[in-house]
């Protein structure tokens, strides 16, 4: 989907926040299109050093909060507030997203 940027603004809030899954290159997100080594760049085209990212993963691992699921369960979540991940998981699992304003 070409560049993005790592931060949107989020009127609601008038605040300045993180809206970027860069993460997602180094944590198995590898096909066809994605080569984690060149996923992430600097504004120049230059790749982010690895280093960087493993801090930035080590940052999202220390600051995450794992929700404990239960069948029937139904989970909201304002996405310009929190970062969500997707965990490995153990089969079957569904999950049904819905996007709205």
Same mark, same amino acid.
């Given at each position: ?6 931060? @949107? ?6 605040? *300045? ?12 997100? !590898? ?14 085209? *230059? #790749? &982010?050093?690895?280093?960087i990212?493993?801090?930035?993963? *080590?940052?999202?691992? *220390? !600051?995450?909060?794992?929700? #404990?699921?239960? @069948?029937?369960?139904?989970l &909201? ?25």
């Amino acid at each position: 989907m070409g560049p993005i940027p790592a931060t @949107k603004v989020d009127k609601s809030r008038q605040r *300045k926040i993180w809206f970027n899954s860069m993460v997602a290159a180094y944590t198995g997100w !590898e096909d066809a299109r994605n080569d984690p080594a060149k996923a992430v760049t600097f504004g120049d085209g *230059k #790749p &982010l050093p690895t280093d960087i990212i493993c801090d930035c993963l *080590k940052i999202l691992d *220390k !600051e995450n909060v794992a929700i #404990p699921w239960q @069948k029937g369960d139904v989970l &909201l979540l304002d996405n310009w507030a929190v970062l969500h991940s997707r965990r490995p998981f153990d089969p079957p699992h569904h999950v049904l997203a819905s996007l709205f304003k």
